[in-house]
């Protein structure tokens, strides 16, 4: 069950984000297909790859052409504020998609997204915050955890 209203979900069904390969240098493109089939097949997906290979940025874009993202938010962490700030802006101007609409962030004390939201950057503070008060996230319908070594005791 999604956290969102039918007619939220319809209006997110509306949104054409910009799927194709903008920088097809990027190592993780080579893989883009075998990901995605992979999104679609399994519950938990582990992603490693070389510092500058494109995950960051490309893996909600795969998530979003695996169908994710329609009737709940794709949720990506980031470590710090100014990652999730940053990165919700490439994103959106690589999807072409509205910052704060299509693509949004929430960090402390500042929240840019809205129920047109498919991808959502967020610092782990953010999503822990989340958890507490719906332990089953109902609002997403994938959760990335980027950086994940630099992971904290209280984010474990």
Partial sequence: MSGFSDAAIARRHEQKPD??????ELPINAHRDA??????QHRVLVVAGETGSGKTTQLPRFALAAGYGRT???GHTQPRRIAARSVAARIA????????QGVGYAIRF???????TLVRLM???VLLNEVQRD???RRYDVVIIDEAH????NID
């Fill in 93 to 100: 101007e690589e999807a072409a998609l509205p910052l704060g």
């Fill in 135 to 137: 332990r089953t996230l």
């Fill in 150 to 153: 630099e992971r904290s005791l």
């Fill in 110 to 116: 500042d929240d840019k997204s809205s129920d047109q």
């Fill in 72 to 74: 709940g938010m794709i």
């Fill in 123 to 125: 610092t782990d503070g």
């Fill in 35 to 40: 990901i995605i089939e992979a999104l679609k």
């Fill in 19 to 24: 799927l194709r390969i903008h920088d097809p």
